[in-house]
């Protein structure tokens, strides 16, 4: 029987996640790259998270390490907004998946 994965975790800036917490989600505030990588390997290798959202400004510094979960069926790891201007970078991720999924870019503009 496979693992059910429950849990939805939040990684990003303290004034961008500290409102999920209020959804019941997991939230986890840090400020800089090596805090974001740690806390991220954390959570992807605990086999308990169903979905991790990570904010913009952090994805720069997990790259490689997200790459090797993005294709894991298990979990979902998803790019949202954070402070400052929205960088687009979930929306492009977002584009890329559906485009591996169905073979054409359905969400081209």
Do not use: W
């Not at 939805?8 to 990588?37: D, N, T, W």
């Not at 687009?88 to 559906?98: E, F, H, I, P, T």
Request: net charge neutral.
């Amino acid at each position: 029987m496979a693992k059910v994965h429950t849990k939805v975790g939040v990684i990003g800036e303290r004034a961008c996640v500290m409102g999920f917490a209020a959804l019941g989600l997991s939230v986890y505030p840090v400020e800089e790259g090596q805090e974001a990588l740690e806390t991220f390997r954390r959570l992807a290798r605990c086999d308990q998270y169903a979905i991790i959202f990570i904010t913009e400004a952090l994805v720069g510094s997990l790259a490689a390490e997200i790459a090797k979960y993005k294709d894991k069926a298990d979990t979902a790891i998803i790019v949202i907004p954070g402070r400052g201007e929205p960088q687009g970078l979930g929306l492009n991720a977002l584009k890329q998946a559906v485009e591996r999924a169905v073979g054409i870019d359905i969400l081209a503009q």
